[in-house]
């Protein structure tokens, strides 16, 4: 299976949409075979969705990233592990190990980890999820929350999250 790891200065990218930066790494039986950097450079999202086609990425690791982008990556089969932030070989071990989601490598302000605006803590599957997360430096453009929601919808709850192709 190859996997892609959106990355930025030896950490998951932030946001995949402005990511220029691939690892692609073949995975065989919980072990990397190889390891190669990849650029992406694509800011339109369906030239960025091509290139992890073109690449063979099965499954992408990557910090916040757009619906429009998400929903491309998924009609090419291409399974999307969003939201995730950390040192890119700690976020490597977490999926090896089959550790992803993991609280502790989820952005700030993804589920489990963000406040409503009442200062309570509010987790995915939650009676507050559908209200929207609040405005951080995390959020996207055009009410597209880096915090484990798109447009203040948990993608848990709308069956985005770690989406299998």
């Not at 490598?105 to 507050?128: I, Q, Y």
Request: charged share 25%.
């Amino acid at each position: 299976m190859k996997l892609g790891i959106a990355i930025w200065n030896g950490r998951v990218s932030p946001v995949f949409d402005t990511s220029q930066r691939l690892d692609v790494l073949d995975v065989e039986d919980g072990q990397v075979r190889s390891r190669r950097e990849e650029e992406i450079g694509a800011d339109d999202p369906g030239k960025k969705s091509g290139r992890l086609s073109e690449l063979g990425v099965a499954t992408l690791i990557c910090g916040a990233v757009s619906r429009s982008l998400a929903e491309l990556l998924a009609a090419r089969g291409i399974r999307v592990l969003p939201f995730v932030c950390g040192a890119t070989e700690e976020v490597l071990s977490a999926f090896l190990a089959g550790r992803l989601p993991d609280p502790r490598l989820a952005m700030p302000g993804c589920c489990g980890r963000r406040r409503n605006r009442f200062g309570a803590v509010g987790r995915c599957g939650s009676e507050d999820e559908e209200t929207p997360a609040p405005a951080t430096p995390a959020c996207q453009p055009g009410g597209q929350y880096a915090a484990g929601r798109v447009g203040g919808v948990c993608l848990r709850r709308r069956g985005m999250e770690g989406r299998q192709g």
